[in-house]
C-alpha cells in the first residue's frame, strides 16, 4: 500500500496510519493575536450565542471574526478615549 494518495476529485492528500488513510488537513494559522476584545467576546458567543459559535468554529472562520471584531473595538475605544480626553481638557 501507498504511504501517501492524492484524491482528484476532492484535492485532498491522505497518509496511511495502520490500515487507514486519513486526510492531512491543516487549519489555517496567522500570527495575529486575539486582544482582549475579541476573548471577551469569543466568551458571550460561547455562553449567550452556543449555535453561531459552534457554526463559525467548524466553518474554520471563528478566528477571523473575532480578530475583526478585536479590530473594531480596539479602534472604536480608542477613539472614545480621544473623545473623552478633548471634552474633558485632558492633555497628558
Known amino acids: 500500500m501507498k504511504?501517501?494518495?492524492?484524491?482528484?476529485k476532492t484535492g485532498i492528500d491522505y497518509t496511511l496510519v495502520g490500515e487507514v488513510y486519513l486526510p492531512n488537513l491543516v487549519l489555517p494559522h496567522d500570527n495575529y493575536e486575539i486582544g482582549?476584545?475579541?476573548?471577551?467576546?469569543?466568551?458571550?458567543?460561547?455562553?449567550?450565542?452556543?449555535?453561531?459559535?459552534?457554526?463559525?468554529?467548524?466553518?474554520?472562520?471563528?478566528?477571523?471574526?473575532?480578530?475583526?471584531?478585536?479590530?473594531?473595538?480596539?479602534?472604536m475605544y480608542d477613539r472614545l478615549v480621544k473623545q473623552f480626553a478633548q471634552r474633558e481638557g485632558i492633555t497628558e
Open 36 to 75: 482582549v476584545w475579541g476573548e471577551r467576546y469569543r466568551t458571550y458567543l460561547k455562553t449567550h450565542r452556543k449555535p453561531f459559535y459552534t457554526s463559525l468554529k467548524m466553518q474554520c472562520k471563528l478566528d477571523e471574526h473575532l480578530r475583526e471584531v478585536d479590530m473594531r473595538a480596539s479602534e
Open 3 to 8: 504511504q501517501t494518495i492524492h484524491n482528484e
